[in-house]
């Protein structure tokens, strides 16, 4: 077994952020539908690192990135550098019945839905223009990959390009069947990639959102009703019964607010507020002295 996976995955600050928004506020329909989009489209891409994670032969593995090149902007949700070739995967984890008609992709009641063949046309010619530019003459083979097993697709152009999931077990074993031999071109053009793939997306859009606004507390993971029984060491959420780790809750509570507000600073004051009130402060002092460094001093110290 010699695969490398160079770049992991992660979920995205913008879905981290709706993640936390959407405990919080209301998110207009639209944002709820976006947030849910990413979410899925997430699903979907550890769902098809499974598959690649059955890979044998030589090879690495890059997820998620993100390239600029002549001013547009290419994301990649996976990329694999084999000896002869390099394998772009756009991943999809469409659910329900599509067809293609002419050049418009189209859920069966007839709505239309943007193409992912065009957007995989766009993103591979813009990767053989960057590896062009940086030096790489390797081959790129582009791949549209649906991995929902409830995904069903009518009229399949003759797309060779287009993996369904009743394929990809079959094509995870063509790919084992090959040779690959990788040398040190290969490893300088991984590592060329991961120093041009940017981390900051330019295709963010999250709605603006106001501290006064959010709704504060700690929400239950399992039914999201404000957590309101302190017990010390844990937490009881009154509707559904279930009970928390207080250190855990307090940090992941924490967390959302730094994902949110990257650039405030943590007092115990604010983790307080932030918590709903639910944390005894002495607590929070403890809680946070074990797992973050404090500075400043006094009421105005805080955590780093
Ligand atoms: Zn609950």
């Known amino acids: 077994m010699w695969i490398m996976f160079t770049k992991n995955r992660y979920e995205s600050e913008e879905l981290r952020i709706l993640k936390a928004l959407n405990k919080r506020m209301d998110l207009p329909d639209k944002e709820k539908q976006y947030f849910s989009n990413l979410q899925k489209g997430f699903e979907g891409e550890l769902m098809f690192d499974g598959y690649l994670q059955r890979i044998v032969i030589q090879s690495y593995i890059l997820n998620d990135l993100l390239f600029e090149h002549n001013h547009s902007h290419f994301q990649i949700d996976s990329l694999m550098i084999s000896q002869y070739l390099t394998y772009l995967f756009e991943v999809k984890n469409f659910e329900g019945e599509y067809y293609f008609d002419g050049d418009t992709f189209k859920k069966i009641n007839g709505n239309e839905v943007k193409n992912p063949l065009l957007q995989l046309e766009r993103n591979v010619s813009l990767l053989r223009q960057f590896f062009i530019s940086i030096g790489f003459k390797t081959p790129i083979e582009a791949y549209l990959v649906f991995v929902n097993p409830d995904f069903t697709l009518y009229q399949a152009p003759l797309n060779s390009r287009i993996i369904l999931p009743t394929n990809l077990n079959r094509f995870i074993h063509q790919m084992n069947n090959q040779k690959s031999t990788l040398n040190i071109q290969h490893s300088r053009l991984s590592e060329k990639l991961l120093s041009s793939h940017l981390t900051k997306s330019p295709f963010t859009k999250i709605l603006p959102y106001e501290y006064a606004q959010l709704r504060k507390g700690v929400f239950c993971h399992s039914c999201g009703t404000v957590m309101e029984e302190y017990h010390g060491r844990e937490?009881?959420?009154?509707?559904?019964?279930?009970?928390?780790?207080?250190?855990?809750?307090?940090?992941?509570?924490?967390?959302?607010?730094?994902?949110?507000?990257?650039?405030?600073?943590?007092?115990?004051?604010?983790?307080?507020?932030?918590?709903?009130g639910l944390f005894p402060k002495k607590t929070i002092r403890q809680v946070m002295k074990e797992n973050f460094i404090i500075s400043g001093y006094g009421q105005w110290s805080y955590y780093e």
Do not use: D, H, R
């Open 235 to 276: 937490i009881i959420c009154k509707s559904c019964a279930v009970k928390e780790n207080t250190k855990n809750a307090m940090l992941s509570c924490v967390k959302e607010f730094n994902v949110l507000y990257p650039q405030e600073k943590l007092s115990t004051n604010i983790i307080y507020e932030w918590c709903g």
